[in-house]
């Protein structure tokens, strides 16, 4: 069956990669929304001290006195979250060479609108937190959750052009960048240089077999391994391996088009003499001639893509559902309801709700009048601004940001209500202006 279903995508209908990351995203983000009302709702439920007591046990690795013991939620967040980087560094990989960010031309609007979509929330957020508890929270208003902004859009449906979706799937895919960059930054903690010269080792191994030529993807992953653990040791933190192994994925196929075509031109004629043959020798040669064809399908298929939609699906609709269902458990009560108007969620919430719409508007704006970033024609001004609504739907990577800025428990639940306020309130918002305006289009 596993054989048959990647034998089944190899030959499906060649489709533009970002269309078919949009639909799994999509998909996924309904996942996603179903995971997280039903940890709100066990953890506020008579299960909820079972519920959250549940990710605290301990589960361990041990090699004689060596042992790697961590809590299974930080075996969620630490080790498959790192799986999430690297599917999230695929697509950065792949957009920057052969998507929506490959040219100046294609990538200045996304560019723009991320850059404004960051930069203003990081201002209200610190502008209302200058001082006290909340001073390294700055992070967590900047990012986008894509899966629940393009889940939203598909319950819009074929209202909303298709270039809509690829704009905010880019604009996401740049603030991924930003985000990167941020934890890389800023949300480390003391390094050990030691563990950080083995890791620095292992990428350049990792280097050096892309710059070789070397295709054969166990050996990438099992290195990739290696390079989470030297993190993990070194302080820096180590879901970031995913990102760096991904950019060192090679992203030309081990056959070209041309060798392609012409190998399977020989196959298919010889296929076609072989059914003439007596029927013995027949049933041997075709499956022959058909098992070569496949693997001249799966060799054309550069690694990153190969991949990138190996593991998306599992990022899709386990591992990040996963972290919502293992992170979103909050108890939500007077005291913490209470807090809504503290300066920290507020500044996460006005962050999300005003800060990302007003800066993806504003900078896209920007960007166009001065002629560096053009507008699709198809898009109105409305639709981005109902885009930007969609972008202050933090969720995954907002709460991904609050457990590195914040250990005080109290803080820290704190943040994540703030996060859901704001996503909420940014969703519903997003929902009803594309709705709207979605069957607009206008230079």
């Known amino acids: 069956m596993i054989q048959f279903l990647k034998e089944k995508r190899i030959f499906d209908k060649n489709k533009n990669p970002l269309i078919e990351f949009v639909r799994l995203e999509s998909f996924g983000g309904i996942v996603l929304m179903f995971f997280t009302i ?13 519920f959250l007591s549940y990710w605290k046990q301990y589960l361990g690795i041990n090699f004689g006195d060596w042992e790697l013991n961590k809590s299974l939620l930080h075996w969620i967040n630490d080790g498959l979250m790192a799986v999430f980087f690297f599917v999230v560094g695929l697509e950065i990989k792949r957009e920057l060479l052969t998507g ?4 100046v031309k294609k990538a200045s609007l996304p560019i723009f609108a991320a850059i404004g979509g960051m930069l203003v929330p990081a201002l209200i957020y610190f502008g209302l937190n200058q001082t006290g508890s909340g001073t390294h929270g700055w992070g967590i208003p900047m990012a986008t959750d894509i899966a629940f902004a393009l889940g939203i859009l598909l319950l819009l449906g074929k209202r909303i052009p298709t270039s809509l979706k690829l704009l905010l799937t880019s604009i996401a895919i740049v603030d991924d960048i930003g985000a990167v960059i941020v934890i890389a930054l800023y949300y480390t903690s003391e390094i050990d240089w030691v563990y950080l010269l083995y890791g620095g080792g292992i990428y350049a191994v990792l280097w050096c077999l892309n710059l070789l030529k070397i295709r054969n993807i166990p050996v990438f992953l099992f290195l990739g391994v290696l390079l989470w653990f030297a993190l993990l040791k070194s302080g820096i933190h180590a879901t970031l391996a995913g990102i760096l192994l991904a950019f060192t994925i090679p992203a030309r196929a081990n056959r070209n088009v041309f060798e392609f075509i012409r190998s399977n031109t020989i196959l298919l004629k010889q296929l076609g003499t072989t059914l003439a043959k007596d029927k013995k020798s027949k049933e041997k040669n075709v499956q022959a001639s058909i098992t070569s064809i496949v693997a001249n399908c799966v060799e054309v298929i550069s690694p990153l893509q190969r991949l990138e939609h190996l593991f998306h699906p599992w990022v899709a609709y386990l ?3 996963l972290f919502a269902f293992s992170n979103a458990g909050v108890i939500v009560n007077g005291d913490l309801m209470s807090k809504a108007f503290d300066p920290i969620s507020l500044g996460i919430i006005l962050g999300l709700f005003i800060g990302k719409p007003l800066g993806i508007f504003l900078f896209s704006y920007l960007g166009v009048k001065m002629g560096i970033a053009q507008k699709p024609q198809k898009i109105c001004w409305s639709q981005i601004i109902g885009i930007g609504f969609l972008g202050g739907i933090g969720f995954t990577m907002s709460f991904f940001v609050s457990q590195l800025a914040f250990s005080d428990l109290l803080i820290l ?3 994540k209500i703030a996060v859901l306020i704001a996503s909420i309130m940014s969703g519903l918002i997003g929902f009803f202006i594309l709705k709207l305006f979605g069957n607009q289009s206008t230079k």
């Not at 929506?100 to 040219?103: A, K, T």
């Open 100 to 103: 929506g960010l490959s040219s």
């Open 38 to 50: 039903l940890a709100i709702g066990l953890t506020n439920s008579t299960f909820g001290e079972s």
């Open 319 to 321: 591992i990040v559902p």
């Open 413 to 415: 639940n704190q943040a």
